[in-house]
Structures are given as C-alpha cells and as structure tokens.
C-alpha cells in the first residue's frame, strides 16, 4: 500500500481535502488565478450532521472545490477509517492566513455577515496584526430567512469592493447554500463559508489555549462559554456521530482484503471514457481514477466507473468517487458507476452517497444510457411506460443531475 495520504478521505458523505494549512492557502491562491468561482466550506460534524438529513446540502458540499476538517470529530473518523488527515484546518486559523496572503499579494477580501459590529472589529484586528492586509468591502445584510434576503443588493456591494477572495459568515447551513445558489453571479475567485469566525477574531468569543488545541477539546471551551447555544447543538451531533460512525466504520473494515493494483483499464467508447476500478479502490488508484474524471470532462465525456470487479472500497476510494463527481458536475457533464456488488453498495449506503450517482446494474447498461446523456430517472421511467419492472442493483432513490 502507498505511504502517500490520500488527498481526499469521505467522511459522513462528505469529500473531506486532505492537506495542511499551508496547502490549503496555496490552493486558495490557484484558485485565485484560474479565472473561476471556487467555493470553500470548512466542515465540522455540525455540517455533516445537516447534510446527512439533506441530500440538497450534501450536494451543495461535494460540489465544494475543496472541504476542510474543521472539527476534532473529522481528525477522530478518518483515523478509525485507516486514512488519518494531516491536520486540523479550521476556518479562525484560515482567514489570519489568507490576510497574510492579502498582506503579501494584493488579493482583496470582503467580509459578509455576522454583526456590524463584530465584522468591523474583526477586521480592525486583521489590519492591526497583518499590516497591508487589503480589506476591499464589508457588509452585514438584515437578519433574514435564505429565502428572504435581498441577494441583488448582496451581489451589487460585492461587485463593487472587486474582491478575490469573500469570507461569508451567514452559519452552516445558510452560507453554504446562499453561496452555491449565487455561483454563477458572484464575480469572485474564492468564496468560503466561515460560520462564527468573525466573532472569535473580533474577540467577542475566547480561543481555546494553544494546549486545549492540541488536545482536540476546543469544542468542549466553546461549550463552556456558550452553553445554551451549543449544548443542544453537540447533543444532536454527538447523537448522529453515534448513529452512523461505528456501521460505517464496521461495514468498512468486513470488506475483504485483496492487493492493490497498480492501475486503472481506461476505454474511451465514442463520447463515453469507462474507468474499470480493480478489486481494491485505494492509494494511488485513486489519483489515477480522479486523473480520468479531468480528462473526460477535458474531452467532453461522459464517465462510467465500472466497479463489477471491486471487492473493497476504502475511505480515499470513497472520496475519490467524490471528487470525480466534482470534477464531472462542474463541467455539466454526468459520471455513472456501473455493475456494483451488494457489498459494495452497501459501503456506500453506509456512508451517505448511494444519492449522489447515477447507477446501473451493468456496465453495457452504463454505456448505453452515458452515451445518449440519458439520466436513471429517465431510463426508469421508460422502463414503467413499457411495463417493466426496475432490474435489480439499480439505485431507486432520488437522483438530481
């Protein structure tokens, strides 16, 4: 097995990006330069507890340019999946860093939501500590429902700050939906969920102590200085943490053991490219098969992943899936996985992303519904007009494409 870290690890259903703060600001900066709207949400297990109850968001997320491990609980899973993240990147850490980078680079930053106040004072105590910190534009919008709010007015004073780089601190769900549903207007390079953070830079909440850090009980000082706010909230997650962790873990860890390939059959059918996985989805595999994902929506390809020899997909394989599906949902286009086990479907059941693809029972079957842009829903709807019933292994739930 490679000692490389797998670059993306699912978790909860989420494809969680497995880098340090250092590269997490470095893509922070690609993104900046590829001419593009890149969303950026830092998920705890609050997040994952949402999505987990809304497909819609769990979408939203994965289609995310990069998911950074914001709590401890996401450190405590991957390490109990075998895939152990390099570390904690926590959206109060990342915006000292993007202001250095401001500092440094130009980039403009504009501040949207929390309170006047604490966005104002947020950003004196940027400016204090990183000096040539470029803070564009600020604004706190009325304290409204999603569908409520004034998204034009929102849109035009971003506009004219001219930012590359928008901080959002509207609360997880809200930022990340108000961002994914303005993606094609928002005129910005970078747009990343921020939840509380301002509050805490602002110093309206204390930071835990470097130590408490460390030891992975900063959510336990949090509690401590909000607990009516947050007792309720952690209850809730600790309860959906007990509720899906230790299936997951266990379907995990029953799949069989085979040896990894060294790499993936590759076929380009007319406007189909089929990726054929091999017994064991892990490693540098995974590279292999997100390498297909960009090079079929380079072509203008739909993707057919056929899993029909797979015994075993581990949490990077899983998160590899994910980021295929990024990379295709981002260039229009669909990705279907074909010919899956009923061991196989059920580690994804179990790990929230059965909804998220498109599948069919054979690979020929894949093929031919790819190759005409056909989605399941279609495919099965025809298959009720004709009086047939749905083949076995074909996913019945709803699929958005």
Same mark, same amino acid.
């Given at each position: 097995m490679s000692n490389k870290a797998a670059k993306t690890v699912a978790l909860f259903g989420l494809p969680i990006t497995n880098v340090t703060m250092a590269e997490a600001v470095a893509?922070? *900066? *690609?993104?900046? =330069? #590829?001419? /593009?709207?890149?969303?950026?949400?830092?998920?705890?297990?609050?997040?994952?507890?949402?999505?987990?109850?809304?497909?819609?968001?769990?979408?939203?997320?994965? +289609?995310?340019?990069?998911?950074? %491990?914001?709590?401890?609980?996401?450190?405590? =899973?991957?390490?109990?999946?075998?895939? %152990?993240?390099? *570390? @904690?990147?926590?959206?109060?850490?990342?915006? %000292?860093?993007?202001?250095?980078? #401001?500092?440094? @680079?130009?980039?403009?930053?504009?501040?949207?939501?929390? #309170? *006047?106040?604490?966005? @104002?004072?947020?950003?004196?105590?940027?400016? /204090?500590?990183?000096?040539?910190? $470029?803070?564009?534009? @600020?604004? #706190?919008?009325?304290?409204?429902?999603?569908?409520?709010? +004034? +998204?034009?007015?929102?849109?035009?004073?971003?506009?004219? =700050?001219?930012? $590359? &780089?928008?901080?959002?601190?509207?609360?997880?769900?809200?930022?990340?939906?108000?961002? $994914?549903?303005?993606?094609? /207007?928002?005129?910005?390079?970078?747009?990343?969920? &921020?939840?509380g953070a301002f509050d805490m830079i602002a110093g309206n909440l204390k930071r835990a102590p470097a130590w408490i850090q460390k030891l992975q009980l900063e959510w336990l000082y949090r509690l401590l200085q909000e607990p009516s706010r947050l007792l309720p909230r952690y209850a809730y997650d600790a309860a959906a943490l007990i509720r899906h962790l230790p299936l997951g873990v266990a379907v995990s860890r029953l799949q069989p053991h085979s040896p990894l390939a060294e790499k993936i059959g590759v076929t380009v059918l007319g406007g189909v490219r089929v990726a054929t996985a091999p017994e064991t989805l892990s490693g540098d595999l995974c590279s292999l098969l997100t390498t297909e994902a960009t090079a079929a929506a380079k072509e203008h390809q739909m993707l057919v992943i056929d899993l029909s020899a797979t015994a075993r997909i581990e949490a990077d394989g899983l998160g590899c899936l994910l980021e295929a599906r990024r990379t295709m949902m981002a260039a229009g286009l669909q990705v279907w996985l074909a010919g899956m086990s009923n061991p196989v479907k059920r580690v994804l059941q179990f790990s929230a992303m059965l909804d998220l693809f498109l599948l069919a029972p054979s690979l020929a079957d894949a093929v031919r519904l790819a190759s005409v842009g056909q989605s399941e829903v279609e495919w099965k709807a025809q298959m009720v007009d004709k009086g047939t019933r749905t083949p076995a292994g074909v996913h019945a739930g709803p699929v958005k494409v």
């Open positions: 893509r922070v *900066e *690609e993104n900046i =330069a #590829s001419g /593009r709207t890149h969303q950026i949400a830092t998920a705890n297990l609050d997040f994952a507890r949402n999505s987990l109850k809304d497909v819609y968001l769990q979408r939203v997320i994965c +289609d995310c340019s990069m998911v950074l %491990p914001d709590g401890a609980p996401m450190i405590w =899973a991957a390490k109990l999946f075998g895939k %152990p993240l390099q *570390e @904690r990147v926590t959206g109060v850490d990342l915006i %000292p860093e993007l202001a250095k980078l #401001s500092a440094l @680079r130009g980039y403009g930053i504009f501040f949207l939501g929390a #309170s *006047e106040a604490s966005s @104002r004072k947020a950003a004196q105590v940027l400016e /204090r500590d990183y000096p040539g910190t $470029h803070i564009v534009g @600020r604004y #706190s919008p009325p304290l409204q429902a999603l569908h409520e709010m +004034d +998204d034009v007015e929102i849109l035009r004073q971003i506009d004219l =700050a001219k930012p $590359h &780089i928008l901080l959002v601190a509207f609360g997880n769900p809200k930022q990340e939906i108000w961002i $994914h549903r303005n993606r094609k /207007r928002l005129k910005v390079p970078v747009a990343i969920g &921020i939840g």
